[in-house]
């Protein structure tokens, strides 16, 4: 599976943004989904995870409540909205795909996109 991921941009605290990530391949509905981001000096975090069906979710307890991650099997595209952003949501974020659902260590995911840069001024 081939990822790229695109929507980021450079947003004032309070906005919203939508991510996209685009798969290539016929076998996306078989991959749970996830988005991550790393912060500069920082590693690697989860943010979000999707089920292969689209029916459950996980959410870090940073973002929980503010992000909503979504798919569309049918575009083999899967969303992250970002809403009420905060300067510490800057980052660079990364989609991810697995065959399980779901593990929030990074070094358990198969394939990863090239990362898309989010950047939130005060």
């Known amino acids: 599976v081939q990822l790229q991921a695109s929507g980021g941009g450079l947003v004032q605290a309070g906005s919203s943004l939508r991510l996209s990530c685009a798969a290539s391949?016929?076998?996306?509905?078989?991959?749970?989904m996830g988005w991550f981001r790393q912060a500069p000096g920082k590693e690697r975090e989860f943010v979000a995870a999707?089920?292969?069906?689209?029916?459950?979710?996980a959410y870090a307890d940073s973002v929980k409540g503010r992000f909503s991650i979504s798919r569309d099997n049918a575009k083999n595209t899967v969303y992250l909205q970002m809403n009420s952003l905060k300067p510490e949501d800057t980052a660079v974020y990364y989609c991810?795909?697995?065959?399980?659902?779901?593990?929030?260590?990074?070094?358990?995911?198969?394939?990863w996109g090239q990362g898309t840069q989010v950047t939130v001024s005060s």
């Open positions: 999707i089920s292969m069906s689209g029916t459950m979710t």
């Open positions: 391949g016929r076998a996306f509905s078989s991959y749970a």
């Open positions: 991810a795909a697995d065959s399980v659902y779901y593990r929030n260590s990074p070094s358990h995911w198969d394939y």
